[in-house]
C-alpha cells in the first residue's frame, strides 16, 4: 500500500466538496445558520448513502458480469473432468498481486485481498466448489488458512490428522489439502516435512496466517481454571503467559485446538488455548487474548495437490535433496543457486529414512522449475546430489 500519509490527504480531499455542496444548498434554500447545522447531518447522511447504493449496484453488475467471463473463461478451457482441473492458482496470484500494487487506500492490502479472493472463490464454484482437506474438527487455525487461500466457496473438509490430509488428497476424495509447516515462534512442524519423504504430493501453494491464541472456558473466570487443553505448538506458543497466570494448572495435550476447545466445553475448571473462531464454534467465552509470546506469531502452511502448476511471475521452489556421503557435498549442492542468482531462504535437514546417519535437506529457493536460471542450478546440482525431488513451484503468499 502506498504512503498512508498522502492517502488520509487525499480521501479528506475528497470528502470536503460533499459537504460544502451540501451547505451550499442550505443557505440556497434560505435556511438558518443554526437549523443547517442540525439538518446537515440528516441530509448528508440520505445523500451519502444514496451514493453509496448507487456504486452498490454498480458493484453488483460487474461482479455478475465477471462470474460471467469467468464462466467462459472455464469454458475455453475445454471440457474438464472436475472443478480442480479449472483451479489456476498461478493466475489468483497474479490477479491478487495487481489488486495490492493498485491499492491507495483507506483499506489494507489484506482486506482487499480478502474480497478479491472471495469474488474468485465464488467465480470458480460456478463450475463446482473445490474439496480442500485441513487438519479439523471445524476451528482450528488450519480451517482459517484455508478459508484464506481458497475464500469460502469451497468444499471444507476436517480431518483427523496431517497424515490424513495427506492420503484424502492422494486418493482423490479431497482436490488439495492445507497443512501447517511452520510457526514463526515454534520452528517447523517435522511431521509435516516428513511426509514429503514419502509423498507424491506437490506443493501447490502457501498461506502465512497471523496466529492469535485466547484462553477460552464455558465460565469465562480464570479461578475456575484447573486444566489447560490445547495443541503442543500453542503451548509453546503461550508459554510465558501461562507462567504468569496459570502456573499451577494442568497443561494436557490435545491433538488440535479445537479438540481441546471441544473438551474445554464440558467443565467449568476446564479451559482450551485456542483461535476465537474455536470459542463461536464451541460456544466458550474468551477469558483472554491474544495471549501468545511474540505479536508477530505466525503459522506458515502449504498447499498440497496432485500437479504442479505453471509460474505466476513470483514463485518460490521447494525441494527435498538427498546428498552423497563425500566431503563438500552439501557446498556444491547449494553452490549453484548462488551462481544462478537465486536466494535460498530456508534450508533444514531431517534424517532421510534411507540409511543410518543419512540426512535429506528441505530448502526453499526463490524462483520456478519452468525459469532458466533455476533449470540450470538444478542441472548443476544433480552430479553431488543422490535424489532431487522437486515438491513444487508455487505463488509466494500474498498478504
Ligand atoms: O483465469 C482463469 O483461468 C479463470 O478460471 C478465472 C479465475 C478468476 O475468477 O479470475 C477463476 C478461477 C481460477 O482459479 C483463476 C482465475
Redesign the pocket.
Known amino acids: 500500500m502506498k504512503d498512508k500519509s498522502e492517502v488520509t490527504k487525499r480521501s479528506k480531499a475528497n470528502k470536503e466538496p460533499v459537504v460544502k455542496k451540501a451547505a451550499a444548498k442550505n443557505v440556497a434554500a434560505g435556511t438558518d445558520k443554526k437549523a443547517s447545522q442540525t439538518q446537515l447531518p440528516a441530509l448528508d447522511l440520505a445523500m451519502l448513502r444514496d451514493r453509496i447504493d448507487g456504486i452498490d449496484r454498480h458493484i453488483q453488475e460487474l461482479i455478475v458480469e465477471r462470474a460471467q467471463f469467468?464462466n467462459q473463461?472455464?469454458k475455453a478451457k475445454g471440457k474438464l473432468a472436475a472443478a480442480v482441473d479449472?483451479?489456476?492458482?498461478e493466475?489468483?496470484a497474479q490477479?491478487l498481486r495487481r489488486v495490492v500494487d493498485r491499492n491507495d487506500g483507506p483499506l489494507n492490502d489484506d482486506v482487499l485481498v480478502r474480497l478479491f479472493r472471495e469474488i474468485?472463490s465464488a467465480?470458480?464454484a460456478q463450475q463446482e466448489p473445490l474439496k480442500i482437506g485441513f487438519l479439523g474438527p471445524e476451528g482450528t487455525h488450519s480451517q482459517q488458512a484455508v478459508f484464506k487461500h481458497f475464500g469460502h466457496s469451497i468444499h471444507g473438509l476436517p480431518l483427523g490428522s496431517i497424515e490424513e490430509v495427506f492420503q484424502e488428497v492422494e486418493a482423490g476424495n479431497a482436490d488439495f489439502g492445507v497443512v501447517p509447516v511452520e510457526n514463526s515462534t515454534q520452528g517447523t512442524i517435522q511431521s509435516t516435512l516428513d511426509m514429503f519423504l514419502t509423498s507424491k504430493l506437490k506443493i501447490c501453494g502457501e498461506v502465512e496466517l497471523r496466529v492469535h491464541q485466547h484462553l477460552l472456558s464455558r465460565s469465562g473466570r480464570i479461578e475456575d481454571i484447573e486444566r489447560v487443553y490445547s495443541h503442543p505448538q500453542s503451548f509453546a506458543q503461550c508459554k510465558a503467559w501461562l507462567r504468569q497466570y496459570l502456573p499451577k494448572a494442568e497443561k494436557i495435550a490435545v491433538a488440535s485446538n479445537a479438540e481441546a476447545a471441544r473438551r474445554a466445553r464440558s467443565s467449568d475448571d476446564a479451559a482450551a488455548i485456542a483461535g476465537i473462531s474455536a470459542a463461536n464454534v464451541y460456544g466458550l467465552k474468551s477469558i483472554a487474548g491474544p495471549i501468545e509470546d511474540r505479536p508477530d506469531n505466525t503459522t506458515r502452511f502449504l498447499v498440497i495437490g496432485r500437479e504442479l502448476f505453471s509460474t505466476s511471475g513470483n514463485d518460490r521452489t521447494s525441494l527435498l535433496i538427498f546428498i552423497k556421503d563425500q566431503p563438500g557435498a552439501l557446498y556444491h549442492v547449494l553452490a549453484p543457486f548462488a551462481k544462478h542468482g537465486l536466494s535460498m531462504n530456508r534450508i533444514e535437514s531431517r534424517p532421510g529414512h534411507t540409511g543410518l546417519w543419512q540426512y535429506a535437506f528441505f530448502i526453499d529457493v526463490g524462483g520456478h522449475v519452468q525459469e532458466e536460471a533455476m533449470r540450470h542450478a538444478l542441472d548443476e546440482l544433480a552430479d553431488y546430489a543422490q535424489q532431487v525431488k522437486v515438491l513444487g513451484s508455487y505463488p509466494v503468499a500474498i498478504a
Open positions: 469467468a473463461v472455464g479449472y483451479y489456476r492458482p493466475r489468483e490477479v474468485m467465480c470458480l
